[in-house]
């Protein structure tokens, strides 16, 4: 493997555990660790697409955002599937799809609410700093599975 490749791979490896580092964080709850994860200094560039959220634009509206799903999320856990990396420069676009499972607190007592599964694709942009790969832009979208009750319904006559 030729040096160009061999950087290639390097890169890719880094967005990848970047990207990873990225889900970590939100299932163990840590902001602090998010934070760093963001791209700094750029206030009013970052941007975040939570799924059925309108876009949030600037490092501290999306930090804020990442708090409150904290607090009101007792457990979530990411399975990503269908990872994919491309790249230019000092930009890396990393699409997923993030099968969900999460639940907030129960009503009574102090055990977990129902489990929820949930599927979005998402698109994750990363920039390369002096620090390594920072989150640029991440966006969300739900996945509307079809159900194929339609299939299986008989023709009414």
């Not at 799903?69 to 997923?96: K, P, R």
């Not at 299939?151 to 009414?156: A, I, L, T, V």
Request: net charge negative.
């Amino acid at each position: 493997m030729n040096e160009e490749h061999a950087r290639a791979a390097a890169d890719i490896a880094e967005v990848e555990a970047a990207n990873t580092a990225f889900y970590e964080a939100l299932e163990r709850g840590d902001h602090e660790a998010l934070s760093g994860l963001w791209l700094p200094g750029e206030d009013l560039t970052v941007s975040c697409v939570h799924p059925g959220w309108p876009v949030l634009t600037g490092r501290g509206d999306v930090l804020r955002s990442y708090a409150l799903i904290m607090a009101n999320t007792e457990y979530i856990q990411f399975f990503l599937t269908d990872v994919s990396v491309a790249m230019t420069g000092d930009t890396a676009l990393v699409t997923c799809t993030e099968n969900i499972l999460s639940g907030g607190p129960a009503e009574d007592g102090d055990a977990l609410g129902p489990l929820v599964g949930q599927l979005v694709v998402a698109t994750n942009v990363f920039r390369r700093t002096p620090d390594g790969w920072k989150l640029w832009s991440h966006h969300g979208s739900p996945v509307l599975a079809e159900t194929g009750e339609e299939d299986d319904e008989e023709p009414s006559s």
